[in-house]
């Protein structure tokens, strides 16, 4: 999907790395590819071709994700 | 149109259907005993037909459940082609709950999905060698992803489905396979506190399925993307048009009227000639917007689908002028009938985004507010040469 990109810098996306515990699903869940893990953390490596679709902060168990798109 | 609350317990409630969803075999014909073979007979309750797509009912602890074929038959291909042509694609729903495919005991997989028949008809035929329970989420008719947005393939639905289908009598273990785009509605540990089952995210596409389970449940690299190939991109192009004919008839309203206003106050034979050009024009924005652009998607060099579809309505608009008869315009009417044809375009294009799996809201929001007034400007101009054009 590289060959496929919108707007840079306007997703909403947020990862705090401190409450992040390492369980890896936000990596399975991302239909893009925005997740790495490192060092037993996630870690955003590729934050414009985030869509704001959710899914991460939906399955994210210690709440270290979110996303806030305004109308939608 | 879900059969949920079905009102016989003891038969095989669970793959009938009392109206027409896709194509079924008529009443009559299902009321001829001896017509079919006795397997589908031994079916027939009066007030449902039987869905075509099931072979046959099995026997569990949790009662009958239908056991669906893995191949579509001519029926579900002409519907197929049909939805994809927007033709009923709102009511193309099979009954939510629990199914079967091949022979699948207490420790086969529960495969779960969305009672879009397309979706389900996708699911289906990617089995055919497989055994595994399949359980239908109740997402109105619309697809895994766009439900999971929607909040219909929701941890709620999915909760309530384990229950209302038994599902724990049926298997031993507490697993089930959710496709990962689903994610979007579901909440892994949500599922596991308030039904006891773990949630696995599977493929994104189905066809990866098997795959996925001779793997022992982990994907490979590729599983997980999602792509958006020429392919795929085509097949959506005849809804994207139909969506637009209901505004577009509206337009065409607008445009008569407003090709009629002439140096006679109003001119019936003016508003007809000027009008099917005006319609011309209209119509090869739409062909730009909706078609062309999203085939070459990713071959016009801008990340803006609104100035994509600008790029490509300038070709048409181009096209369309160099194709009408020289008598047909003057100057001024042929930069209405380019700026007609680019504003349309430009919006279907823009349009288009709803339909991408890669736009963010966000990045659609921050696109509509620049394109917006830039679409109008061009539409007010196109209608004011328009009028002039005609003294």
């Not at chain 2, 014909?29 to 869905?51: I, Q």
């Not at chain 2, 697993?175 to 506190?193: E, N, Y």
């Amino acid at each position: 999907m590289k060959e496929f990109r919108h707007y840079e810098e306007v997703s909403t996306l947020v990862l705090d790395k401190d409450k992040c515990i390492g369980c890896t699903l936000c990596t399975q869940v991302c239909p893009h590819h925005v997740f790495e893990m490192a060092d037993r953390k996630a870690e955003i490596v590729d934050f414009n071709a985030c869509m704001e679709c959710g899914a991460c902060v939906n399955n994210c168990p210690s709440g270290a994700l979110s996303v806030n798109p305004g109308v939608g | 149109m879900t059969q949920d609350n079905s009102p016989s317990p003891s038969g095989p409630s669970k793959g009938l259907s009392t109206s027409g969803i896709g194509i079924m075999p008529s009443m009559a014909a299902a009321g001829h005993a001896t017509a079919g073979p006795d397997t589908e007979a031994s079916h027939d309750r009066p007030g449902y037909t039987l869905c075509k797509w099931v072979e046959r009912f099995m026997g569990t602890p949790a009662g009958q459940v239908p056991v669906i074929r893995t191949q579509l038959d001519t029926g579900d291909r002409i519907a197929t082609a049909l939805v994809r042509c927007g033709i009923n694609r709102h009511r193309y729903m099979v009954a939510p709950g629990l199914y079967a495919v091949g022979q699948p005991d207490a420790g086969s997989e529960v495969l779960v999905t969305a009672n879009f028949k397309l979706t389900f008809d996708h699911l289906r035929t990617q089995l055919p060698d497989i055994n595994a329970w399949v359980l239908v989420l109740d997402t109105k008719g619309v697809n895994v992803w766009c439900a999971a947005g929607k909040g219909t393939f929701s941890t709620g639905e999915l909760v309530r489905r384990i229950a209302a289908s038994d599902l724990e009598k049926i298997v031993t273990h507490r697993r089930l396979i959710v496709p990962q785009l689903g994610a979007t509605g579901i909440s892994a540990r949500d599922v596991k506190s308030r039904s006891g089952f773990r949630v696995v995210y599977g493929p994104v596409r189905a066809s990866d399925l098997p795959r996925f389970l001779e793997n022992k449940r982990r994907t490979d690299p590729g599983m997980r993307d999602v792509t958006f190939t020429f392919l795929e991109r085509i097949i959506l192009t005849p809804v994207e048009v139909q969506i637009v004919l209901k505004p577009a008839l509206l337009t065409a309203l607008v445009l008569f009227i407003l090709s009629g206003i002439g140096p006679g106050i109003f001119s019936f034979a003016s508003a007809w000639t000027r009008g099917l050009t005006g319609l011309g024009a209209m119509a090869a924005g739409i062909l730009s917007g909706a078609v062309v652009t999203p085939m070459l998607l990713p071959f016009i060099p801008v990340k803006e689908f609104a100035l994509k579809g600008i790029i490509s309505g300038c070709f048409a608009a181009t096209a369309f002028l160099v194709a009408l008869p020289t008598s047909a315009a003057t100057f001024v009417t042929g930069l209405s009938l380019f700026l007609f044809t680019v504003a349309v375009s430009s919006f279907l294009a823009m349009n288009f985004t709803g339909t991408t799996p890669f736009t963010s809201p966000s990045g659609v929001e921050k696109e509509m507010k620049r394109y917006i007034p830039v679409q109008l400007t061009c539409l007010v101009l196109s209608s004011g040469f328009w009028i002039y054009g005609a003294f």
